[in-house]
């Protein structure tokens, strides 16, 4: 089921290490709501700027998910606020779209040598935080 016009609930919910280790990674009401302003103000404008694929690589993650992990308690992957982006490219491409088209975000952290581009948004209060790892 879609969420926006390029992005689905599957691929923003799917987890490998859910899946291995029988992880139900369902998020409650708020998280889900979370998750469709992510797509909706964030992720969707990104993609038509693009104008290609987006890849999630991790979006959102239960608890139990997060911490099998190594993520920290108040990643906001557990909030439904994040998601980890990946494009055939260079993932600085995508920072680069964020910040010309001046979408709003929370955290933009590039990692260059895994090549993806972390993105986060809050419902308000955005901090604009560039950071590269």
């Not at 608890?63 to 994040?82: D, F, R, Y």
């Amino acid at each position: 089921m879609n969420i926006s016009k390029d992005f689905t609930w599957e691929e923003m919910l799917y987890s490998d290490t859910a899946k291995v280790n029988g992880i139900k990674n369902v998020p409650e009401r708020e998280e889900r709501m979370a998750i469709e302003e992510l797509v909706k103000r964030l992720l969707q404008p990104l993609r038509l700027a693009y104008g290609g694929p987006i890849r999630i690589t991790s979006g959102y993650r239960c608890a139990e998910l997060n911490e099998l992990v190594g993520g920290v308690p108040s990643s906001q992957h557990v909030k439904g606020q994040a998601a980890d982006c990946m494009i055939r490219g260079n993932a600085s491409e995508l920072l680069g779209l964020v910040l010309a088209h001046k979408l709003p975000f929370d955290q933009a952290i590039l990692y260059r040598k895994r090549n993806f581009l972390h993105l986060s948004i809050r419902p308000e209060n955005n901090r604009e935080k560039v950071l590269f790892k």
